[in-house]
């Protein structure tokens, strides 16, 4: 064993010092680099977006209930030193003076928030500073809207309940008020210790009790996880994502994206460590070859081979994981000061990972030719049947291929994403195969043309260098493929993804939402937006209703497990009615009303909804509208954007069906800058209307968006330089048999202009091919991946596939011919001693 | 009018540097070669043999001195130039027999014919293949083939293009005798049918003999030797 080791110790030493490890190593360490990399970014990243996206809650989780909460949950979290502070949330007047308003009030305790901040100040129009407090018992704060409706000023008492309280603050920004933009009476925070002495609290009194906690990522998630199944009726576990819907479709996608360009880079590495893997193959068989010849036993060669496989995998993995450390220290730096909070401290893991795969990759390259040596007589061995026999071509790649699914599987972390990709480099391979066939044929039928001209017949010979070299020339263009098709994957969704995010948001979306207008109003209101000059707002009508039952079964929440739809079927939907869909709404089952329908009890719902509750099309739901039963048909489903910020229905009617009931109106639109007053105006004088402001929470939304956008072109960049890699090892995997094949060109009288002609002509063959069938791979996986997965809408990109499959016809040949150039020079003695 | 000689190298220096070492492997070299001579030059290993022989095709230039082709200036042409002329007047044999993996045994011996556009590259070719003897073998591929099939391919592809001088480089080197034997026949048969200048580069004395002139290449002279 010590001398297997020595033996494989001073090979390796030589393959290195004869360059036939250069190129493996390069890209095993790439390989290597780019996977710990991006794992240590993603983590880092997703980490610090989860930390930002926690401020919008005030903690990291949060255990709601409509009762008070048990003190196991805050015990648990003791044990575990997990940081923990309650609220009570409750609807009630305030009175000041001779006003009284309906307010929400927030009690909390003195370390509320646990994430983020709070800002207050002296004055509605305060810039206000930051704190991370409690009102102090006795105080409370309003927000700017309440000390305008009530006239109050600080320093002036609030009677709350049975308590009077003064006003020692405005509070200009609570993030975690932005989570309920319906939440239309104004806030006051008050003190929980001041609660009990209120007295508002009673029996039958409708409070949101909430426990938030704050922690590492690990302990939440473990306590969520421990936490969840002791979850008694009316109690729930929200972390940031359930609790802001709006930031979780962002954050979800941009984490798929994440982990999307992860999984590119890992395969893409992979692909250039295949291609560049031929060459030390090969000089390593021969060495091997020699050694079993001169009486080595065959175990002693396959323990050599075990421990060089071992030497350069540790070797590759550590350079690997250092690059992958410096090169995510960067993107660190870079993307850390677009996050409020610094970055969390790196994880030992990705190096681990990136360790796993170097060996794994490692392992899969040389495991078929191992258990191909080991079936060979030493006579096989001097003949060179080692190459030849017994493992088919396509047996070679196979444990490669499996550590590639098994990477990709890891990297996706999502079944569609992982099958998808899968699927797609098959067809690929399946398609490039396709091509180069009729291209052989093409090359077979030119050689019995043979034309004159001696520039056709060395395009020619180009063409069927491709014929020649069937195999690698498959291999090489697969290669070419792959690396083309994920840079124009990444470009389309990226693209398409950010496009969107903004377009979701842009500079007008709505910032006002505008409630409780009644009938008469409409007018007024129109009025309004009329004189502002406010396009684009429309005033929606809105019934309150309960479902009560499906196809004539009561519905029983009870029975249910799922927590979202028990919330769904609980809670009163808004009912409002439309004769067209709104624009941002897509169908997605069943068909809109004819005008000649108005009037006829059917019913439109949200797709997830829908799914939630299981309701199909057809369905006849009971509703309960203020005591009045009221039976509807389910005609369509329609796919909701949330987060464009408009106003948008679960449930919508046909015009007419909703007619005899008492209905309010709703509308969102944009105010502009500077037309805060003459909203105030409207306001006063018609004090029923309630007018929220979700511009603040709208900057926060914009705000990560930005970021999620910048932390994605990151990785992107990072994604387009393995790309490139994978290209340069498709370019160098063939060269040495081009150089021979070349060289004997040359000494055969081709010169360097012939020899140069028929290598650009094979090279735009492959690089044609490559581009031709990458862009459209790409445009149709980005279609898939964009509508299927990531739910965003996608625009097949036609001039993206013809310039990339000129640039490419074009980059590619005069990449290999400037590859290949300095050997032309080269007399050709010089290089057949070498070949 | 006197013709010129097929080959005129005078006054040849060759010099390679290695770690800072100057060493000379001709020098001063001068040597003539009529038009359907045979020529053989042997010498010890590592004399510079095979060194002359890539001087005299073009592979290589000299140092100083000159090489002629048919009276016209060969070793001062560009690269290309010199391609020009292998690919009209030149064959080679070599000892490694170079011939491409991924070509089959046809393949290998029409390359240098497509090279030249020549219209009947395959039906050539197929020709030469039967007069080595490898008709049936036209498909397979070079691993396919044993050593001497592999050198016959060679020869073929040689004189498949009908070349004035055929540079043959240890041919029998890599075989055993009695292929060895019968690849110098074929050789030797084919250079006489053809009429073909022929430069052979050997250590082997008996396969030298069979040429009508004998050199030796020692401390970089060459010198004309009786037969033996």
């Not at chain 1, 819907?245 to 590119?264: R, Y």
């Not at chain 1, 994981?321 to 790196?346: D, K, N, R, Y």
């Not at chain 2, 099939?149 to 055993?176: C, H, K, W, Y």
Request: glycine fraction near 6%; proline fraction near 4%.
């Amino acid at each position: 064993m010590i001398l297997a080791a020595r033996l494989a110790w001073s090979q390796t030493i030589s393959l290195w010092r004869a360059g036939a490890l250069s190129v493996l190593v390069f890209a095993l360490v790439l390989a290597v680099a780019a996977i710990t990399a991006v794992s240590f970014f993603t983590q880092r990243i997703e980490s610090a977006l989860s930390q930002q996206s926690s401020l919008l809650i005030g903690g990291d989780l949060a255990v709601l209930a409509d009762h008070s909460i048990p003190d196991a949950f805050a015990e648990r979290a003791k044990t575990q030193s997990i940081l923990t502070t309650r609220t009570y949330e409750f609807a009630s007047m305030v009175i000041h003076g001779e006003s009284s308003q309906l307010v929400e009030i927030k009690a909390v305790e003195p370390n509320f928030p646990l994430r983020g901040h709070l800002t207050i100040g002296q004055h509605p129009n305060d810039i206000g500073q930051s704190v991370q407090t409690a009102p102090q018992l006795g105080e409370v704060w309003i927000e700017p809207r309440l000390a305008t409706l009530l006239d109050v000023q600080v320093g002036d008492q609030l009677q709350v309940g049975e308590l009077s309280l003064t006003v020692s603050a405005i509070l200009l920004r609570e993030p975690s008020r932005g989570g309920n933009m319906f939440s239309f009476a104004p806030r006051l925070m008050m003190n929980a210790a001041d609660l009990a002495a209120t007295q508002l609290i009673q029996y039958g009194s409708r409070v949101k009790y909430q426990l938030l906690l704050a922690s590492t990522p690990q302990i939440i998630s473990r306590y969520s996880e421990q936490a969840k199944p002791t979850l008694a009726r009316g109690e729930r576990i929200d972390d940031v994502r359930n609790a802001r819907p709006e930031i979780k479709t962002a954050l979800d996608k941009a984490q798929q994206f994440l982990g999307l360009s992860a999984m590119v880079s890992v395969v893409l590495a992979m692909v250039a460590m295949l291609l560049s893997s031929l060459p030390y193959i090969k000089q390593s068989l021969n060495t091997f070859a020699l050694m079993r010849c001169f009486g080595t036993q065959q175990n002693t060669v396959l323990q050599i081979l075990t421990i060089q496989t071992f030497i350069i995998a540790l070797f590759s993995g550590l350079l690997g994981a250092l690059i992958g450390f410096i090169a995510q220290l960067g993107l660190a730096q870079l993307a850390g000061s677009l996050f409020v909070e610094t970055l969390p401290p790196v994880s030992i893991m990705p190096v681990l990972i990136g360790f796993m795969a170097s060996i794994g990759m490692m392992v899969a390259v040389v495991l078929p030719h191992a258990w191909q040596m080991r079936n060979l007589s030493a006579m096989n061995i001097l003949r060179r049947d080692t190459l030849s026999l017994p493992l088919s071509t396509q047996a070679k790649y196979l444990p490669a291929a499996l550590v590639m699914v098994v990477m990709i599987f890891w990297q996706a972390q999502d079944f569609n994403i992982a099958v998808s990709t899968i699927v797609a480099m098959m067809t690929l391979s399946l398609i490039v195969l396709g091509f180069v066939y009729a291209l052989t044929y093409l090359a077979q039928r030119l050689l019995t043309i043979t034309p004159k001209s001696s520039t056709l017949a060395s395009i020619n010979l180009g063409i069927q260098g491709l014929k020649r070299r069937l195999g690698l020339s498959t291999v090489q263009m697969i290669g070419f493929c792959m690396g083309l098709m994920v840079i124009m994957l990444l470009t389309l969704i990226r693209g398409d993804l950010i496009r969107n995010w903004q377009a979701s948001l842009p500079e007008g979306a709505p910032n006002r939402f505008v409630i409780n207008i009644q009938p008469a109003q409409i007018n007024q209101v129109n009025q309004f937006f009329s004189t502002q000059n406010i396009q684009d707002a429309a005033i929606f009508p809105m019934v309150r209703a309960r479902l009560v039952s499906k196809n004539n079964q009561l519905i029983n929440t009870v029975e249910w497990q799922d927590e979202r739809a028990k919330r769904l079927a609980e809670r009163e939907f808004n009912l409002s009615w439309a004769a067209q869909m709104q624009t941002d709404n897509k169908l997605v089952a069943g068909r809109w009303w004819k005008n000649s329908e108005h009037g006829k009890p059917l019913i439109s719902l949200e797709e997830g909804l829908a799914n939630s509750l299981n309701i199909k099309i057809g369905d006849q739901l009971l509703f309960d509208i203020a005591g009045s039963p009221l039976t509807l048909t389910v005609i369509s489903l329609r796919k909701v954007e949330w987060d464009t910020m408009r106003a948008n229905f679960f449930a919508v009617t046909p015009p007419g069906v909703l007619d005899g009931f008492a209905a309010s109106h709703i509308s969102s639109f944009h105010l502009p800058i500077g037309a805060e007053e003459s909203l105030n105006q409207l306001v006063k004088q018609y004090p029923n209307l309630t007018v929220i402001d979700i511009a603040a929470l709208m900057q926060q939304v914009r705000g990560i968006m930005q970021k999620m956008s910048q932390a994605i072109e990151y990785v992107f960049v990072f994604s387009l330089v393995v790309g490139v890699a994978v290209l340069y090892a498709a370019l160098v995997a063939t060269r040495e048999e081009r150089v021979a094949e070349a060289t004997l060109m040359r000494v055969f009288g081709a010169s360097r202009k012939q020899v140069s002609i028929a290598y650009i002509a094979e090279f735009a063959c492959i690089g044609f091919i490559s581009a031709l069938v990458a862009s459209i791979g790409a445009n149709f996986l980005a279609y898939y991946i964009s509508v299927n997965i990531l739910n965003i809408p996608f625009q097949f990109n036609f001039s993206l596939v013809v310039l990339s499959v000129l640039v490419a016809a074009v980059l590619i040949p005069l990449a290999a011919w400037l590859g290949l150039r300095s050997f032309l020079n080269i007399p050709p003695r010089q290089l057949l001693n070498s070949i | 009018m006197q013709q010129s000689p097929m080959i005129q190298a005078q006054d040849l220096h060759y010099e390679i540097t290695n770690h800072d070492n100057q060493i000379r492997i001709l020098s001063g070299l001068n040597l003539s070669v009529a038009n359907g001579d045979q020529i053989a030059i042997i010498g010890s290993s590592g004399s510079g043999k095979s060194t002359l022989l890539s001087l005299l095709a073009g592979l290589d230039v000299p140092t100083s001195g000159s090489v002629q082709i048919s009276g016209g200036e060969f070793s001062s042409l560009s690269e290309d130039g010199r391609a020009a002329i292998r690919a009209k007047d030149m064959g080679f044999v070599f000892q490694s027999f170079q011939l491409l993996p991924a070509l089959t045994a046809l393949e290998n011996v029409m390359l240098p014919l497509q090279l030249k556009s020549h219209p009947k590259a395959e039906v050539l070719s197929i020709e030469a293949l039967a007069r080595v003897g490898l008709s049936h073998r036209v498909q397979h591929y070079p691993k396919q083939l044993s050593g001497g099939e592999q050198q016959r391919v060679a020869i073929a592809r040689a004189f498949a293009t009908q070349p004035s001088i055929l540079f043959a480089d240890e041919p029998t080197g890599n075989l055993d005798s009695t292929t060895g034997q019968m690849i110098i026949e074929l050789l030797f048969k084919m250079n006489k049918e053809a009429g073909t200048t022929l430069v052979l580069v050997t250590h082997d004395i008996t396969l030298a003999n069979r040429c009508k002139r004998l050199f030796k290449l020692e401390h970089g002279v060459l010198l004309e030797m009786a037969q033996v």
